[in-house]
C-alpha cells in the first residue's frame, strides 16, 4: 500500500487553490478553455487584449498552436515594468554566488529594470533587432537573467546553452539558428573550479559565421583572448549605455526563445516557445504549483540553461513579482550542506530541486541538514526524472520535517511549465507520483502498439496530452516537418510526451520514464545516438551503441557498447581517450559511464541493433532476454554477456 499524505488544514485554508477550487476550475478549464484562459490572461498587462483565445489543432497534417493570437504585449515589460511602481525597491532577484565568502546581491526591480535596459541597448548597438537570435552562454550569474530579459525586451529571440556544453555543441547551436551574438563571460566559476566559457566560445566562433559578435561579460576577471572587431566589453558598453530602452510590442505568438533539446534521433532541435501563452502558462503554474504569495523568498536550483531555469528562475518568478533566488554553485560546495545553509541565509519558503540532487545528498548523512534552520520552508518541490520513494521520504522526513508538501512536478521543455503535479492545498501526495493534471491539461493513457485510449484504471501505457495548452512548444525552429513527425506522428491526433506512465486505483498518474531512446543522465535529457554519433566519430571507433542503465544518484547512467576498427587493441588508456573524446563532442554531462568492448553487437539479419537486449545485459538482467533467435549472429550475446561492466 503506498502511504498518501494530504495537505494541511493550514495549508488547504491558505493556499490559492484548494481542492473544491481544483475540481471546479479543472472542470471549467477542459468544458470551456476559452472562457478559463481568457480569464487566466488578465493577469498578463496586454499592450493590446486579445480576443481570440484559443486556435490549436492536433490534426494530422495540420499541427497549428495559436494562443491569445490578436493579442500583444512585451515579456520584459511583465516581469519588470509593470512592478515597479508597486515594487520597485523590493528584491526581485538574490544572487548567491558559487564561493560562499564572496557577497550575494539583492537586485530590487528598479536595479532590475536599468540592468536589463543597459543590457538591451548594448545589444542594439551592436546590431540585434527584433526577430534576431542571440546566443547566451553564461554562469548563473545575475547577468544572464538581464540578458534574457534583455532579449525579450527588443524582441530578440534567445537561446541560452547550459555553460556545461563544449564549444562543438555552441557552435552547433550558433549556426542552428543562425544567431547575430553569443553573450558569455570570462569564466565560469562552479564548485571551486573555473570553467573557461570565453575561450570555449572562441573555439566555437572559428567554426561559425564570421560577423557573430561576442560579447563578453566579466566574472572572474580571467585573462581571455581578444578578437578586436568581433569581441565587445559588456561592462565598459553597458556604463556607457543609456538606462532607457522602450519595450518592443511583441505578437502573443511570436517567438520568445529557443532551448535546443535532445531526441531520440539526430541531433537537438531547437525547441520554439511563444511570447503570450508561454509567459501566461509560466505565470500561473508558478503561482499556483508553489503556492508562491507575495514577499516569499522562492528558489529553484536549475540553471538557466534547462527549460526550469527559463520557467522558474526567471520568466514565471518575475511575472509573479515574486523574490527568486538565482544560485552559482553546486549542491556539494564546500560541502553537502550547501543548499541547506543557503536556504537558511535566505529564509527560502519554497525549494524546487532534481532527485539526482536529493539522492546524492542522502548518502551524506543528516547532520548537514539537521544543523541549518530550515523553518522557512513551506514548500518542497522535484523535478527532471521519476523520484524514487527512499528519496522522496528522506526529502519529506529530513527536509520538510513532515511539514512542507513535495510537489512532484512532471513537465518538459516542449511544455513550457508543468503539465502534472499535486498542488499543495488541494491534494494529496504520493511518494514518487506526479499526481494530476494542471489547469487545461488532459493526459490520455494509450495502449503502446494500438495507440488505443485506456479509460479504466488502474493501467499502465503511454503518455499522451489530448488537447493543446498556452505553454505548449509552437514547432522546431526551422522545421515543422520534425516538430510533427516527432510529437503527432506515432499516435494520431495526440500530444506524444515520449513518457510512460501508469494511473493507479485512485485516478492518480505515476510516471514511468521514457520509452524512446533519450535517457534521462542527473535530470539531464541526452540523446543515445548523439553519444553515439560522437563515439563512431572517433578514428578508432568502428561502431557503437549506447543505451541507459541504473545508476544510484544520476538515476542513468550512460552504458556504450563499442566496436573497435580492425587492428585497435583495447585497454583502460583507450577507454579514458573515448570518455575525454565524448566530453569535447559533447560536454562532461554526455560522458560515458561504462564502456564494454563489443567484438560484434546484436543485430537482425536486416542490420538494426537490438537494443532491448543490450538494454538488458547493460541492467544486468540478461535472464530475460526474450527471444534472441532472429539475430544475425545470436553467439555475440554470449560474449557481451560475459564481459558485461555492471555486476
Ligand atoms: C523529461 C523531460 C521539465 C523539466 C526538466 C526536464 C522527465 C521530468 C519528471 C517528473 C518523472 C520526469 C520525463 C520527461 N521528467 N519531470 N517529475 N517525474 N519524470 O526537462 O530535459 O525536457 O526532460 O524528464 O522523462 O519527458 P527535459
Not at 488544514?9 to 478553455?33: F, G, N, Q, T, W
Not at 553564461?138 to 532579449?151: D, F, H, S, V, W
Not at 564546500?334 to 535566505?346: G, I, L, N, T
Request: with cysteine; charged share 25%.
Amino acid at each position: 500500500m503506498t502511504t498518501t499524505y494530504p495537505p494541511s488544514d493550514e495549508l488547504k485554508s491558505k493556499a490559492h487553490v484548494d481542492a473544491a477550487k481544483y475540481d471546479e476550475m479543472y472542470a471549467r478549464s477542459i468544458s470551456d478553455p476559452e472562457g478559463f484562459w481568457g480569464d487566466v490572461a488578465e493577469r498578463i498587462d496586454w499592450i493590446k487584449k486579445p480576443t481570440k483565445i484559443k486556435n490549436t489543432s492536433f490534426a494530422p497534417g495540420n499541427i497549428s498552436i495559436k494562443w491569445f493570437e490578436d493579442g500583444s504585449l512585451n515579456v520584459a515589460a511583465n516581469c519588470i515594468d509593470r512592478h515597479l511602481a508597486t515594487r520597485g525597491d523590493q528584491t526581485a532577484i538574490i544572487w548567491e554566488p558559487d564561493d560562499p565568502e564572496e557577497a550575494a546581491q539583492y537586485i530590487t526591480y528598479k536595479e532590475l529594470h536599468g540592468s536589463v535596459s543597459r543590457m538591451a541597448n548594448v545589444l542594439k548597438s551592436l546590431g540585434v533587432e527584433r526577430g534576431d537570435r542571440v546566443i547566451i552562454y553564461l554562469p548563473m550569474i545575475p547577468e544572464a537573467a538581464y540578458a534574457m530579459l534583455a532579449c525579450a525586451r527588443i524582441g530578440a529571440i534567445h537561446s541560452i546553452v547550459f555553460a556545461g556544453f563544449s564549444p562543438d555543441a555552441l557552435a552547433a547551436r550558433v549556426q542552428g539558428c543562425d544567431a547575430k551574438v553569443v553573450i558569455t563571460a570570462d569564466e565560469a566559476p562552479r564548485g571551486g573550479r573555473k570553467t573557461p566559457l570565453k575561450t570555449n566560445a572562441d573555439k566555437a566562433l572559428l567554426h561559425c559565421d564570421e560577423d557573430v559578435k561576442c560579447l563578453v561579460v566579466k566574472r572572474t576577471g580571467g585573462q581571455t583572448t581578444w578578437v578586436d572587431g568581433r569581441d565587445f566589453d559588456y561592462n565598459a558598453m553597458a556604463a556607457e549605455a543609456s538606462a532607457d530602452c522602450p519595450p518592443a510590442e511583441m505578437n502573443a505568438e511570436d517567438p520568445l526563445f529557443i532551448l535546443y533539446t535532445s531526441g531520440s534521433t539526430g541531433q537537438p532541435k531547437g525547441v520554439v516557445h511563444s511570447t503570450g501563452g508561454y509567459l501566461t502558462y509560466a505565470a500561473l503554474t508558478h503561482e499556483v504549483t508553489f503556492d508562491y504569495h507575495d514577499g516569499d523568498v522562492y528558489w529553484c536550483t536549475a540553471d538557466v540553461g534547462w527549460v526550469t531555469g527559463h520557467s522558474y528562475i526567471v520568466y514565471g518568478p518575475l511575472a509573479n513579482g515574486g523574490i527568486t533566488l538565482m544560485f552559482e554553485g553546486v549542491p556539494t560546495y564546500p560541502d553537502a550542506s550547501r543548499f541547506w545553509q543557503v536556504c537558511e541565509k535566505h529564509k527560502v519558503n519554497q525549494f524546487y530541486t532534481a532527485p539526482t540532487a536529493i539522492r546524492a545528498l542522502m548518502g551524506q548523512g543528516e547532520e548537514f541538514v539537521t544543523k541549518c534552520d530550515l523553518s522557512d520552508l513551506r514548500i518542497l518541490g522535484t523535478v527532471g526524472e521519476p523520484i524514487n520513494p527512499e528519496a522522496w521520504n528522506w526529502y519529506n522526513t529530513v527536509v520538510g520535517k513532515g511539514k512542507c508538501p513535495i510537489v512532484d512536478t512532471w513537465w518538459q521543455t516542449e511544455t513550457g511549465g508543468h503539465l502534472m503535479t499535486p498542488l499543495p492545498g488541494a491534494h494529496a501526495t504520493k511518494p514518487g507520483a506526479a499526481m494530476k493534471p494542471f489547469f487545461g491539461v488532459q493526459p490520455v493513457v494509450l495502449e503502446p502498439t494500438t495507440g488505443e485510449e485506456i479509460h479504466e484504471f488502474p493501467t499502465e501505457g503511454v503518455l499522451a496530452i489530448k488537447d493543446s495548452w498556452p505553454g505548449q512548444m509552437r514547432t522546431v525552429w526551422g522545421d515543422h516537418e520534425r516538430f510533427e513527425k516527432t510529437y503527432f506522428a506515432d499516435y494520431k491526433n495526440y500530444y506524444f510526451s515520449g513518457d510512460g506512465c501508469r494511473r493507479d486505483a485512485d485516478g492518480d498518474y505515476w510516471i514511468t520514464g521514457r520509452v524512446d531512446d533519450v535517457i534521462n543522465v542527473s535530470g539531464h535529457r541526452m540523446g543515445t545516438a548523439e553519444v553515439e554519433s560522437a563515439l563512431v566519430a572517433h578514428e578508432k571507433v568502428a561502431e557503437a551503441a549506447v543505451v541507459g542503465y541504473p545508476h544510484d544518484i544520476k538515476g542513468q547512467g550512460i552504458y556504450c557498447y563499442v566496436t573497435l576498427m580492425n587492428g585497435e587493441e583495447p585497454s583502460d588508456d583507450l577507454r579514458k581517450e573515448l570518455r575525454t573524446w565524448v566530453r569535447t563532442e559533447i560536454g562532461p554531462i554526455a560522458s560515458p559511464d561504462l564502456i564494454q568492448w563489443a567484438p560484434g553487437l546484436p543485430k537482425t539479419r536486416s542490420g538494426k541493433i537490438m537494443r532491448r537486449i543490450l538494454r538488458k545485459i547493460a541492467e544486468n538482467d540478461y535472464g530475460a532476454l526474450g527471444d534472441t533467435s532472429t539475430l544475425a549472429d545470436p553467439s555475440v550475446v554470449d560474449d557481451l554477456i560475459e564481459n558485461r561492466m555492471n555486476r
